[in-house]
């Protein structure tokens, strides 16, 4: 029976009256911290605990996020954080790590469910490399094996072709690419996993930022191909370890 | 062994020479009309054999791509398929059908494996059902069973609340959305599945056609959402199928 | 009568020439500072005293208009002010004020009619405070109460369910909120109170510097929300202590 | 006491069980009709029923909503409403009026309780009366009175300051223009009550379908401006009687 | 010597004087039909006469500019030519041709030099035909051979892989493309020839008339590929044949 | 002395009272027509009475506003007229002129001060003639001499060039160009009087309906070039007129 | 008689032969600096000598090419120039002059002819007051008397009001303005002189650095307006003083 | 015959196993660094060996790249460089040379087979100067000779009309151009060679970073041009090379 339930059928019961349920059922939900609101149910409902979105926080705000997190007992996950913001979480959580290149810190101190499958993480060049790393450690964090496949993009097809036996056996991809973003549909029209596509920032001049590559990946003409945000390695690592655990 | 196999090993035995060889691949690999080049190694590599895309296309072309694939013995699936282009269709394969709402055509002459789990597809609103039905014929013609949630939009939250049991149980879920395209962050916050979310074209002035919701999605701060092209039911049909057999 | 009306009868009745009037009514009106026209009727046509715009101005600029405001006998407000600005207004204006993260200077010397009615200023991200601490303290310069409430965006949606009944309980409503910019949509369907809605740059790729926001907040399906400029929180805390006041 | 309150506490006392409380619930807040999902509680959480939004809705779907909102005793009301679906709905409520202007087709059966203050709803020129009657009509729909005064844009200012006192006199003023969509500033400069700006798509060539109205209006230098979406005359005067009735 | 020369000369030497130089050069040059300043010297400067654009010129217009053309012993070509201009250009030229798919009008009447080396164009859909045609016509139309390969897009690369060696032996290469517009990149990575990619209006939603496939064109990874004007088969076919022909 | 003056003199002598003194100022201002507020004062203020847009109104609304403006003794334009507009507008009318190409209708009954000196209109190609005519019959409207000169784009420079003296001759060119809009660079180059340039929605693709002729003319690297809406020949022609007459 | 003319003459006596000419020609035209062509010509021809735009060129670039304008015995003038490459322009150049908020260097030896009519340069805020100096001054530099008028933007629309009789005895007007950009709209509606547009990229958010302004003005509904570059003051103050001295 | 021929026979043959022959092909194509894949097939393909793109590596990544093509023998250039990463490269690569305007670095140890035609480089103004010299160092990196020809763009075309002839004798020609981009289309009108057209982030404002000039060289009305990415100096330079030796 869930923590919420278990309040439910003491209200029911006369057990306890209804601010006594408003307050419990509150505290069972989530923790107010004045600028932010923890979202603690979010690991029933969603599978995963809340994730700490680094960038616009003060240094103390993400350190005291990431601290509540791991004061619950969670793994604690914080993405796209500054030096100096990870220096704050790495003080006030011992044991948690910084991948510098990804952003990312990280916090483990429970172990889920082993999983057996593997993501691909495919990139199209080494530029594409800090974006992929933030697919790949976020798949890893949630304990997903992750295969790292880099600079195989379409300019010289015969470098992914000869790898394609490795990709098809994974049971999902995460293709990383900027500049025109063509590698998704290849690699789409090559096999029959679902493949999750990462537009990265990489390019210049009419790449906008990465427009060029998100537009060519939403017209992917290959089916099985989906899109993220530019730049967003974390959304695709944690869908790929979501999809990896069906 | 497959038939590429075959070919290769007869050609290492001397069976066949290498001109012999070449030609043999090709037949293998696709069928040459003339304006199109029929993919019919597609099945095998990708588990599905290719589907006719029907804009652009005279109806003699939607028609004879149809058939080229349904003579293969192959189910057919053509898309965004105007009236009289379906009409050639369903002349050129008796037994076709056509989903005027969708602009669907399909034939079907093969059961793949059954397959017990559910591809949920849920609306915003009454204006985006076309291109949700268009994802669930879709997911439907892989023979996934589809779950039908219209009109839950985010201006009345409980309406999606009262039925987020319902969406738990499925494996996938796609969300159909236009105007703001605000309703896969508030699914996505809900639930552990995968969510594919589509833009749809629904909305005026600002919604630039579409644009804006496909930006809401992209941007979505719940974790596990990826997004298809605006108005894009196929393409999120045919990966909630594809996620929802894995 | 107003000093307008008076000026005007002086003329009617021959007391002072054309000339003599022109110049007294444009006293009246405004103060020619060479770089700047200091708008001193504003109070008389729309309630409020000029507001100083910091950006693209130098530090002299911006001391010295507060000070044109402020000597009048005036409550003063500058926005978007650099910490050298500030600085010097500061200096130029014993007992101003300087909140940092709002990036707000303000001096009070008129306390303007108390008002019973509350705002409430929600955001849905700890990312978005500084945006909303100057709505908030806008509403508060003119003396309007503020609820805040902070971090309950769409991806766990009960959080803010938990608190609607709070956010009823005040007259109008600012929701600041940057990446998809759903929530208003949302709050906006719980409620029957104006909702103002602030788009925030909060996010990156996709978010384009806050249009996904602004455009998500356009297109919303909820009625009663109208959107300003994006990180415009002098804006929305104006307009929602002048609702407060009506 | 509300009908949700009532079957909570049945609840609570053991007169329904789980089972048919749920029901019970779910009957009074929502009623699925397949293609939609119409929100009875709209009225309660909101202070309206239910609007009906005609475009991208076949005429039958238009009407069957529209007239599940008659039927439960509601005023109800479709915007942008085709020709064909306005029949539509005449012919399944009678009484029903359509505003072939402004594309509304209204159903009133309740007075709501009066209210003494007026809107303003203000064009810039005769090109946008279409739009200033969508919300100039819906005001009126909820019972709001409406001052309407048209063609005063700013090209010829001194139209617009021979009205300011009449606008002046009203609680809140809806101002409609296209093109450079400069009359919202003007008159937010000119009067201390709040100012809703519906941009139009009124104009050509680099108006953009009323993009270059829409960003003139969000970066507006008066104080007390807010706006909706692109010829969103509905949502203005929604939004109107809203600030009206506070 | 060329005309220009020669009048040059008669006016050093005095054979006319500078008006009747001035006169005599203005002819040599080009014709005032008064809607239209045909050209005339332009074969000359660019080897090829003026070819008529068709797009926002009367039916009379086009007519009597390709009859212009043709009167001077030229070859004519007219592009993008509505069904009632191509008419009106057959009627006023007898032994013109209309290619209805392409859109074309020509007259042939001179042969230029033959030349032995091919142009490829090669399509990545059947949606595309109609520009590529636009591009195969004019480089014939230059009397350049061309090979067509049609079909052979990225989501199913093996069938551009098979053609390779046909498309090495042709001495450039025009690519069309529309949705994300990635088969340039691949073509591009694959041979040592110039690439002229042609982005198509080919897709829906996100790839906004072919922006999505000039974007990913004009950010390709691979060298030698260069690009022109959304559906410009006229352009590319035009360019072809001039590298063709160095 | 105007009409103005006078009213203003009969209050300060008290001939008319502070009432009678507005109203007879409201009359000599402008007409409240209702749908439309006539702006009769224009013609004091600005040198010239307000012209009808004629896009977004009725027939009907057209025709009452063009009566209302002849009546008072005006001459009379409307622009961007439909042909059942301009129909109205003549039976209201005798003695209007309709300019279909152009899409203006025109009225006179007054003649102004004859001017020597003359405007260009130069026009890119014969595609821009439409928006050309607007600009020129708007000059000639106001009776200033116009010297067309069409078809010189910068595609064959020496077209332009032999006609610079003409041009040179002029007191103002307006330049008429779509596509790539390069024409006024050129043209501003080559002589020493003001240049206005008029992008025209001529071109395909990534002309983007003469966005890319705006910009290119906003971003002229010659002096002595302002730029007036896409398609914009009216704005063009009154402004150049309005130069030509200082 | 022109040197240009006296070398064609020169040529067609035979008094040089043609290589002589060509290489007369040339000299007389432009100066071949290597990086740099300098077009001595210019003043010939549009009546200013060269303009040295100082962005992307290196001080020394900047410096030599000033220098080579002055040493022809011209006035010299460079814009946008940084701070490093003014000091080299004036170290190259004694007597230049450079003027930092404007970002210009000027260098004056030539004195015009005095002309007696004024340009007014007018800003809507204190914010756009550099690229309103740098119109001044590049009017001054040129010669024209110059208004200045601060301040007067549409949010207090009785500031501009009050200054009209000033503006109007004025010959053109610059009107220079951020945000929405309306302040030209309002200026062209009171005054019957051509309005030379300037927006600024003063403002946040979705101004987009200037976009809105520059719709804005494009837009503008008032007649007489035409429109520069964002923030482009030098090309309004050479444009104002070239209508200024027609 | 081909190392790849080689080893397919070997297998035919038996020499080799079909593991071998897999171990043996892989390393012939491309060689695995970890963080990138060096594609060794590229020169036997395209002509040249991999380029490689500078920006968004580590200057250990561009380091360890360039001497991985160093050491196979082959001539490398890298694009695109930061300073630091120059000093890398050369510090790994004796004998390199770093050409800082270009931010190229190149090492030569074979030479191509010479060719006598010429590639032009032409720019429109000295701020075009750094894309320009990436092309034209690029061009001669592959032996082609190259005529630069600087700062003769459209605001003075006898700038460039002086210089057409030296540009015919050509037989490619690069055109790179900022601001509105209009000397491609010049150009394009005067010579019958291939123009490849590279728009430059030169300017401000609506130049956008050089979207204004993309878009006027994709609209070009001159024949014969074709368009690179913004800045892409070294995709223009590799370009004309290629075509310099057809």
């Known amino acids: 029976m869930s923590a919420i339930e278990d309040i439910l059928d003491r209200f029911a019961t006369g057990e306890i ?3 006594e349920a408003s307050t419990a059922l509150g505290r069972a939900y989530f923790e107010n911290l004045g600028h932010s609101t923890i979202d603690h149910d979010r690991l029933r409902r969603t599978g995963s605990p809340e994730v700490i979105y680094g960038e616009h926080k003060s240094p103390e705000q993400v350190a005291a996020t990431f601290k509540a997190v791991a004061d619950r007992g969670h ?7 500054s030096e100096t913001a990870a220096a704050a979480a790495l003080a006030a959580v011992p044991g948690a790590v910084h991948h510098a290149e990804a952003r990312l810190v990280t916090f483990k101190q429970v ?9 691909a993480v495919v990139t199209a060049g080494t530029s594409d490399l800090a974006v992929a790393e933030e697919a790949a450690l976020t798949a890893e964090f949630y304990d997903s094996p992750v295969l790292r496949i880099n600079d195989v993009g ?3 097809v015969h470098r992914l ?13 995460v293709v990383v690419a900027g500049m025109e973003g063509a590698l998704p549909s290849v690699v789409g029209g090559l096999i029959d996993k679902p493949v999750i596509a990462v537009p990265t920032s990489v390019g210049y001049g009419a790449s906008f930022n990465g427009v ?9 003409c ?13 959304g695709a690592g944690y ?8």
């Open 222 to 234: 290959a089916s099985g191909v989906s899109v993220v945000n530019i730049d967003n390695g974390f």
């Open 17 to 19: 009256d209804r601010a």
């Open 161 to 173: 072709l000869a790898r394609v036996e490795e990709i098809r056996s994974t049971k999902v991809v």
């Open 75 to 81: 793994n604690a996950l914080a993405t796209r954080v």
């Open 154 to 156: 379409v300019a010289g």
């Open 212 to 220: 060029a590559a998100l537009l060519g990946m939403l017209n992917s």
């Open 111 to 119: 172990e889920p469910d082993p999983v057996d499958t593997q993501v």
């Open 239 to 246: 869908l790929a370890n979501m999809i990896n655990r069906l």
